[in-house]
C-alpha cells in the first residue's frame, strides 16, 4: 500500500473558499468545522462534507471512481 505517499501531493481545488459538501451540496462556509479528505478509493478526488453530514453520517459518492462511504 502506497497510499501515504498520495496525501504529499498537491491538491487542485477550484473553490477553495466556498467548498461544497459533497453530500448536500451545500456551500460551507469558512467558519464551520467542515472535513476534506481524499477520496478513500482513488484519492484522486477532495471530498468536502459539512459537519452536519458528517455527524448524521449521510453517504457520499466520489464523482471520480463512483466510491459511497459513509
Ligand atoms: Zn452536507
Ligand atoms: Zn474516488
Known sequence: MALASRFTKPV??????????ISCKRSIPPYEKA??????????????????????????RCPVCGFEGP
Do not use: H, M, Q
Not at 12 to 20: A, F, H
Not at 40 to 51: E, H
Open 12 to 21: 487542485i481545488v477550484d473553490e477553495i473558499s466556498t467548498p461544497i459538501c
Open 35 to 60: 472535513v476534506a479528505f481524499l477520496c478513500p478509493n482513488c484519492g484522486k478526488y477532495v471530498i468536502w462534507r459539512c459537519r452536519r453530514c458528517r455527524v448524521a453520517g449521510v453517504p457520499y
